[in-house]
């Protein structure tokens, strides 16, 4: 089965650019999560959809992060204008279910603000 | 807002020591969940605690809940370097809708 799929991986780019962050769920989960993780903060929850609609979005630092889910096999996270204290490793997260269900990882993004 | 502390942030033993890490949180969990994440790699969900007083066990690891459902430990007997990584405890508070993650303990085992 395929698990989380994120995409880049790796994004190195200067402050002010535009970022955009990839995530197709794992067919069948309903509950998509962003994180992101820093030695600093640890692993934090951005924002989380249920049914491709956003339910919390309070863990978005501020208005420069926005996040979409138009259908329920793709999500992306953008950063505009990008800042190097953005630098971090993005996750994204489904479940079956947000709440009581195990959630799976992607790989995550490992970005770098210059 | 409900949060999740975990005790110690970081732990170095000796291959074939044991290794003990502790979940407090500030609300009545619903559930707690236990994750494991290699150097480099994602969390990788371990195991699931629901009942008061829960006990579970994976080979040489063991997960309690505790009694008033607001603290949870993992222990792991005879550490192997394999064990190495950060474990993660993450609660469901009684609204059930969100997954609250602890900062983590980083064990480090020296062969």
């Known amino acids: 089965d395929a698990g989380v799929i994120q995409s880049p991986r790796h994004e190195v780019t200067e402050m002010g650019q535009e970022v955009t962050l990839r995530c197709k769920p794992i067919?069948?989960?309903?509950?998509l999560f962003w994180y992101r993780q820093t030695m600093m903060r640890g692993l934090e929850l951005l924002i989380y959809?249920?049914?491709?609609?956003?339910?919390?979005d309070s863990g978005m630092p501020e208005d420069r992060f926005s996040a979409k889910m138009p259908n329920a096999s793709f999500s992306t996270l953008k950063i505009q204008p990008s800042e190097p204290r953005d630098s971090a490793v993005y996750f994204c997260?489904?479940?079956?279910?947000?709440?009581?269900?195990?959630?799976?990882f992607g790989d995550g993004t490992r970005l770098s603000i210059l | 807002g409900q949060q999740v502390m975990q005790i110690p942030q970081y732990q170095h033993v000796q291959e074939g020591e044991d290794f003990t890490t502790y979940c407090n949180s500030s609300t009545t969990l619903s559930n707690i969940q236990w994750y494991k994440q290699r150097p480099g790699g994602h969390p990788v969900f371990l195991i699931q605690l629901v009942k008061s007083g829960e006990v579970k066990k994976q080979k040489r690891l063991t997960f309690q809940f505790g009694e008033a459902k607001k603290n949870s430990s993992l222990h792991i007997t005879a550490t192997q370097t394999t064990d190495v990584g950060t474990y993660f405890c993450?609660?469901?508070?009684?609204?059930?809708?969100?997954?609250?993650f602890g900062g983590g303990t980083r064990l480090m085992v020296k062969p």
């Open positions: 067919s069948g989960h309903n509950s």
């Open positions: 959809f249920n049914n491709n609609v956003p339910i919390d």
């Open positions: 993450a609660g469901i508070n009684n609204a059930g809708n969100m997954l609250t």
């Open positions: 997260a489904s479940s079956l279910l947000a709440g009581n269900q195990p959630q799976h």
